[in-house]
């Protein structure tokens, strides 16, 4: 965004009469200049939002966009500045009406859909992050059992063997619960066999990482 100027004079209209000068703000030539600089404004199921295209999407809200025009006029350069702040302050002109929808309005593919629920509903982040855990998982070939003694909770498990007799193993805690206490334990085990994950105690276990996070924890299950 800092490469293009946001702020044109087509913003401020000035009427001098009898000596008295008065500001008002063109709340559309303030859209169009937000439209030119990336804004857009599209529904993602039935719920409307503001995003900059520009490199990716990025989920904007009204206050930053207050913010942001704000602190264009606050720099700026131009006569009659006081008053044009004044104004600003008097009737905000950056608001969520019809207008400003048309003309930021846009269209998303379904994958940017899903890139605009991940940044704004942490349930829905919460679940592709479980879903692609577990894919990875998949693709690193873990096999999948069913913790049924309570080593982990009696949840689903997921193994992969390092060693002779070593396992790193990943725990699916709180599955079938709200799927914001769900997440993954990583654990370095040994067992005799493989065949005894899930239906024996480990010989040893310590913990690699509670609170797996895949981004971040990739390495530790990484052959």
Same mark, same amino acid.
């Given at each position: ?15 001098? %009469? ?13 859209? %169009? =200049? ?56 008097? %009737? ?81 805690? !709180? ?10 334990? !990583? ?23 509670? =609170? ?10 990484? =052959?």
């Amino acid at each position: 965004m800092e490469n293009k100027e946001l702020m044109t004079d087509k913003w401020i209209y000035t009427i001098t %009469k009898n000596g008295r000068v008065k500001v008002t703000l063109n709340e559309i030539e303030i859209y %169009k =200049s937000l439209r030119d600089f990336g804004l857009r404004f599209a529904n993602v199921d039935k719920v409307g939002h503001f995003y900059f295209r520009q490199d990716g999407i990025k989920v904007a809200n009204l206050l930053g966009l207050r913010d942001l025009v704000w602190d264009k006029l606050e720099k700026g350069e131009f006569p009659n500045k006081n008053l044009t702040l004044n104004a600003y302050l008097k %009737k905000n002109p950056i608001r969520k009406g019809e207008a400003l929808k048309r003309i930021l309005r846009d269209n998303l593919t379904d994958g940017e859909k899903h890139i605009v629920k991940i940044q704004v509903d942490i349930k829905y982040q919460k679940k592709t992050e479980i879903e692609e855990t577990i894919k990875e998982l998949e693709k690193l070939n873990f096999t999948k059992v069913i913790d049924e003694v309570g080593n982990f909770g009696n949840m689903d498990i997921y193994f992969k063997q390092k060693l002779d007799q070593e396992f790193i193993v990943l725990s699916h805690y !709180c599955k079938g619960k709200d799927i914001l206490k769900q997440g993954f334990d !990583c654990w370095r085990t040994t067992y005799k066999r493989d065949s005894d994950i899930g239906i024996k105690k480990p010989l040893t276990v310590d913990s690699l990482r509670l =609170s797996f996070h895949l981004n971040r924890d990739v390495e530790l299950i990484m =052959s």
